[in-house]
T-cell receptor, first 108, second 114 residues
Framework: RKEVEQDPGPFNVPEGATVAFNCTYSNSASQSFFWYRQDCRKEPKLLMSVYSSGNEDGRFTAQLNRASQYISLLIRDSKLSDSATYLCVVNSFNKFYFGSGTKLNVKP | NAGVTQTPKFRILKIGQSMTLQCTQDMNHNYMYWYRQDPGMGLKLIYYSVGAGITDKGEVPNGYNVSRSTTEDFPLRLELAAPSQTSVYFC?????????????FGPGTRLLVL
């Protein structure tokens, strides 16, 4: 079983749409959680950390459900510039585990 | 600050050749990591280090070696290149792995083994 699983997509949405991505992780002892963004042929960059109480950063909202071992990312009012692959990342005992990513295409 | 730098950007190797991928960070981070990313896949951890002189294996260490003689540098060595090692290699660093601490990535090295 993979440590972190994501729907690969692609999610094709029009500008202004709201889109949600989900991610599940297998290790209940995982300690910290993140969403990264990766543009084509570029390195991953941190989008936001995910906290148990949920957190928001502008148009982006992240949620963590430890009981279900589930992380989500909600993007409101999608922009063309949001087109990228979104990686769910989980930290367990010194190691970061990456999902394979969910591809988002925002179209005019 | 330059952050995390990697050299070379791109390399073609023949089967059986050796090479070292260089990684340097100037943020005084304790933790450093090497990942590989195959097309359409997530990143897989090859090796990591929690400080100078300390290294440990990740998920996919076979065919690779590392050393960490200084805080700044964390080179990755491929001894006998194989086609299965064709991938994009990312180096990353973080100050710690406490809650909320993130990683900073280098721009990657694209390796093609023929």
């Amino acid at each position: 079983r993979k440590e972190v699983e994501q729907d690969p997509g692609p999610f094709n949405v029009p500008e202004g749409a709201t889109v949600a991505f989900n991610c599940t992780y297998s290790n209940s002892a995982s300690q910290s959680f993140f969403w990264y963004r990766q543009d084509c042929r570029k390195e991953p960059k941190l989008l936001m950390s995910v906290y148990s109480s949920g957190n928001e950063d502008g148009r982006f909202t992240a949620q963590l459900n430890r009981a279900s071992q589930y992380i989500s990312l909600l993007i409101r009012d999608s922009k063309l510039s949001d087109s990228a692959t979104y990686l769910c990342v989980v930290n367990s005992f010194n190691k970061f585990y990456f999902g394979s990513g969910t591809k988002l295409n925002v179209k005019p | 600050n330059a952050g995390v730098t990697q050299t070379p950007k791109f390399r073609i190797l023949k089967i059986g050749q050796s090479m070292t991928l260089q990684c340097t960070q100037d943020m005084n981070h304790n933790y450093m990591y090497w990942y590989r990313q195959d097309p359409g896949m997530g990143l897989k951890l090859i090796y990591y280090s929690v400080g100078a002189g300390i290294t440990d294996k990740g998920e996919v260490p076979n065919g690779y070696n590392v050393s960490r003689s200084t805080t700044e540098d964390f080179p990755l060595r491929l001894e006998l290149a194989a086609p299965s090692q064709t991938s994009v290699y990312f180096c990353a660093s973080s100050y710690s792995i406490s809650r909320g601490e993130t990683q900073y990535f280098g721009p990657g090295t694209r390796l093609l083994v023929l």
